[in-house]
């Protein structure tokens, strides 16, 4: 594990550690004991927060638009990003005008203000919330804009991506000022300033409900239970093997959510700093060596091992790590003396890449896309309920229930 220049890495990828039981000894053992204690704290605040919501002391703001919520009860690890890419891009290919809201995690703040002049009244905008793509073009870099956003602009022609960690004023002028009908919050399970049309929860196959222990001794946003919030259940990064177990687990916290099964497989490989793609056949066999600041890096290993390539080493940095070129240039060295045939890394790490000083060993991405496995008329039921309650007008925008809490809180 590599880390930042000032150390803040390398302690956020310990407490990772401590946190998942990577760490053993004497100290990560206080640590986790330390945690615990502050989890009660976390619990109690979700549910005077979530109280707040629904006793109506907090407001939740309606924008006459659809808002479709893509979340989950976890931190990280779910495959989010790649979902919300198949949503807004299924949406907009049946004709909605879809933008997608994020809060850019780990975005740099921009080192000149940027105006947006609207289309059609030409008036001047100086301090919008941050335009990644306006639907036509992609106008910040991944620095400003936060990595997985900037994927996502890049990835998705006519469908516009605003960062602001208000989203509510970024969904007010994706509405206003973009002409949009339809939002797609990213991460939004939490974020209940905005009213959400749909919620849609994300629960990972091998590890549905993280550690099992409420942050910060463990990986839960909130108690299990909350999943009776959801109005989709995506069982993400399936294998093909049976999940009526957790099924069972989720119909115990929703009785009426639909539920999907996809997986999220990679679908080629594809160069960083040039648009070669090559087939994932070519990893059979190849020494190669995996680099990436990601949640849950095992799983990484395993897709790559999966796809029977030989890792020699995988080099870890903590989620968003914003790479130098001095992490690049070192880890570039090391590949060269150890015979390194291909580097790896994933999508979302490659957007942060500077250019190495010597690109001797080429460095692709792997391309991941969700695949239904199970529930494709599920699949399909979802967005035709989101196209058909975007015909009928901003009236029936209302949502049906603010907020649900369980029991377990």
Known sequence: MAGSKDGSDDLEKWGADV??????GFWPFVMRKVLWGFSLLYRGGVKTRLKLYRDGWKE????????????????????????????????TERGRKVAILSRGYKSSDLEEVQEWRHPKTGK???????IVSDGE??????KFAGDEPYMLAKNLPGVAVVVDKDRVRGGRFAVRELGVDTLLLDDGMQYLDLAHSLDVVLVDQGSPFGTG???????????????????YVFITK??????????????????????????HGPKHLQGVFHKE??????????????????????????????????????????DHHNFTNKDIDRFMKRCVNRGIEMIITTEKDAVRFPFPSE???????????????????????????????????????????????????
Not at 287 to 302: L, M, N, Q, R
């Open 277 to 318: 793609v090559l087939p994932l056949e070519v990893l059979d066999g190849k020494f190669i060596a995996g680099i990436s600041g990601i949640a849950v890096p095992e799983s990484f290993d395993k897709l790559l091992q999966d796809l029977g390539a030989e890792v020699e080493f995988h080099t870890t940095f903590a």
């Open 19 to 24: 946190i998942f039981g990577r760490a053993k």
């Open 124 to 130: 001047v905008q100086t301090s919008p919330p941050k």
């Open 238 to 263: 399936c294998d093909g093997s049976s999940n009526e177990k957790l099924r069972k687990k989720i119909r115990r916290k929703n009785k009426t959510a639909e539920i999907l099964e996809c997986t």
């Open 213 to 231: 222990q409420i942050l910060p001794r463990g990986t839960l946003r909130e108690p299990p239970g909350n999943l009776c919030r959801a109005d």
């Open 359 to 409: 690109p001797d060993v080429p460095i692709y991405f792997l391309r991941i896309e969700v695949k239904i496995l199970e529930g494709e008329e599920v699949w399909e039921r979802c967005i035709e309920r989101v196209c058909a309650r975007v015909a009928k007008g901003p009236e029936d925008w209302t949502r049906e229930r603010l907020l649900k809490t369980s029991a377990d809180l």
């Open 137 to 142: 073009e992609v106008l910040l870099k991944a």
């Open 60 to 91: 939740t703001h309606e924008l006459g638009t659809m808002v479709i919520s893509i979340g989950n009860l976890t931190v990280g690890g779910t495959g989010k990003t790649p979902v919300v890419e198949r949503f807004a891009r299924e949406l």
